[in-house]
């Protein structure tokens, strides 16, 4: 059996980080998790076999890469984040478009909530992380699973009325998910990642997941935030 590295070799402060980085691992795991079950949907929903291949592939990836992380985080650290109400509130919300058959919303939900923000306090952890948990990091921020949902998008055609709606949708979702990252903020903070940091890539994030989707982005569409 390898023995877990020490938490100074993995290049934290305080030998709280173990444990912290532990839990990061156990919610990338749900978030990814929740991706590879929108593209097993979409694959499922697909009728045109480049595309269905495309999805089936990526949502191996996707749940491959959950699966290590998973492995990585230990029975302790899931049962942990499971139990985290803020984190449960949102995936209820979640789950009720996962499980709507609506296929612009599985894909902008896909591509802008369980893909590119989902990543976002990896891409600053990566940063200040020591070997170890850099080698993961690099997995999680390599992973291009739903990139191709951004491409997928505009094949929908949706009306201009179907993207206000969308970006409600979003909306929710996106508020919903920085909920659960500020109150993580100790624990992204014990591990060398500034709260303000995470706050600031957000924002950042969700112009530049509206602008690859073909959807306006103004004050409203990040209004959840305090910058």
Known sequence: ???????????????DAMECQQDVWALQARLRDALGDVLVDLCARTAEPTWASS???????????????????GPEARERVEADDLLREFEATLGEVTTSGHVPSLITTGYSVLGE????????????????????????????????L?????????????????????RHLHGGLFTVYESWRQT???????????????????????ETLGLKCTRADVGFTKT
Do not use: Y
């Not at 303000?196 to 509206?210: I, K, L, N």
């Open 188 to 210: 992204f903070h014990t591990l060398g990642v500034d709260g303000e940091h995470v706050g600031e890539d957000f924002v950042a994030t969700v112009r530049a997941s509206h």
């Open 1 to 15: 059996m390898t023995t877990p590295p020490h938490w100074k070799q993995l290049g934290f402060l305080t030998p």
């Open 117 to 148: 923000l989902s990543a976002l306090p990896i891409r600053l952890l990566e940063d200040v992380a020591g070997p170890h948990s850099r080698l993961l990091c690099g997995r999680i921020t390599g992973d291009e699973s739903h990139r191709l």
């Open 55 to 73: 999805l089936e592939g990526a949502a191996g990836r996707c749940r491959l890469l959950a699966d290590s992380l998973g492995d990585e985080a």
């Open 150 to 170: 951004g491409r997928l998008f505009p094949i929908t055609q949706p009306a201009p009325r179907d993207k206000e709606n969308l970006r409600r949708l979003l």
